[in-house]
């Protein structure tokens, strides 16, 4: 079994930014792809980036590219969302995901394992 545990979510004001941290435990070596989604109230979990664990490929979608940057750090077994010129549609609760597979899915249904969530707001 793998455990995901974020952390790092705020308050913020527009143009702020915060740093998002997920750290993995567990089978860890069952994991291919981590990433990040988010859930805005009402509204439906979407994906926001994704990254290898061997490649550091990376994927974003494009309402953060450029804002957002995801990263990893294989020896500390974290990966983190650094989020810089926040937006009020930011806000969210935003989820650590892991897959197995090795596809850059942007489909939360392809991702295995996921986190508590955590809670990112950002105030105009």
């Known amino acids: 079994q793998v455990q995901l545990v974020e952390s790092g979510g705020g308050l913020v004001q527009a143009g702020g930014s915060l740093r998002l941290s997920c750290a993995v435990s567990?089978?860890?070596?069952?994991?291919?792809?981590m990433a990040w989604f988010r859930q805005a109230p009402g509204k439906e979990r979407e994906f926001v980036a994704s990254?290898?664990?061997?490649?550091?490929?990376?994927y974003y979608t494009d309402s953060v590219q450029g804002r957002f940057t995801i990263s990893r750090d294989n020896a500390k077994n974290a990966v983190y969302l650094q989020m810089n010129s926040l937006k009020p549609e930011d806000t969210a609760v935003y989820y650590c995901?892991?897959?197995?597979?090795?596809?850059?899915?942007?489909?939360?249904?392809?991702?295995?394992?996921w986190g508590q969530g955590t809670q990112v707001t950002v105030s105009s």
């Open positions: 995901a892991a897959t197995r597979g090795s596809i850059y899915s942007r489909r939360r249904g392809e991702y295995d394992y």
């Open positions: 990254i290898g664990w061997s490649s550091g490929t990376t």
């Open positions: 567990g089978r860890t070596f069952g994991t291919n792809i």
